[in-house]
């Protein structure tokens, strides 16, 4: 008998929104985000990274499609943010974001150029967003 492992796509999904909070509420609020997340995160097997730039977040999530998915649907009732805008959406056979429940990486200038470019459509420039987000965050660990 030969035995074959069954392997489940990673479903990632990348989105960016606006953020609605005070400079003086970040902080807090991005603490209270992350505290959420990794429990959240964790007991759904979900990794992801938060990136927040030029007044956008941008975040990266993955694991299985329903996880991922009901988790996007939770994030896009968050009154922290509005316009939730899907820039990709895909199967992988890994992870981007190894075993990190949720990276918060700060605020990044760089990607936000990045990001203005891809929500003009150029699809290039998504591709290129997930590799900077996963760089960006690579020395990140929460």
């Known amino acids: 008998m030969?035995?074959?492992?069954?392997?489940?796509?990673?479903?990632?999904?990348?989105?960016?929104?606006?953020?609605l909070l005070e400079p003086d509420e970040v902080g807090s609020n991005i603490?209270?985000?992350?505290?959420?997340?990794?429990?959240?995160?964790?007991?759904?097997?979900?990794?992801?990274?938060?990136?927040?730039c030029r007044g956008r977040f941008v975040g990266a999530l993955e694991g299985g499609r329903r996880s991922v998915e009901a988790t996007l649907e939770h994030v896009r009732q968050d009154p922290r943010h509005r316009g939730m805008v899907t820039l990709r959406e895909e199967a992988s056979d890994e992870r981007s974001f190894?075993?990190?429940?949720?990276?918060?990486?700060?605020?990044?200038?760089?990607?936000?150029?990045?990001?203005?470019?891809?929500?003009?459509?150029?699809d290039e420039d998504v591709g290129y967003l997930v590799n900077a987000i996963v760089e960006f965050s690579g020395?990140?660990?929460?």
């Open 139 to 142: 020395g990140v660990r929460q």
């Open 98 to 122: 190894g075993d990190w429940s949720l990276a918060y990486a700060g605020q990044s200038l760089f990607i936000a150029g990045i990001v203005d470019r891809a929500l003009r459509g150029v």
């Open 31 to 52: 603490a209270q985000i992350k505290n959420v997340s990794i429990l959240k995160n964790n007991s759904l097997d979900i990794t992801g990274c938060l990136i927040l």
């Open 2 to 19: 030969t035995w074959q492992i069954l392997t489940v796509p990673i479903f990632k999904s990348i989105y960016v929104s606006e953020c």
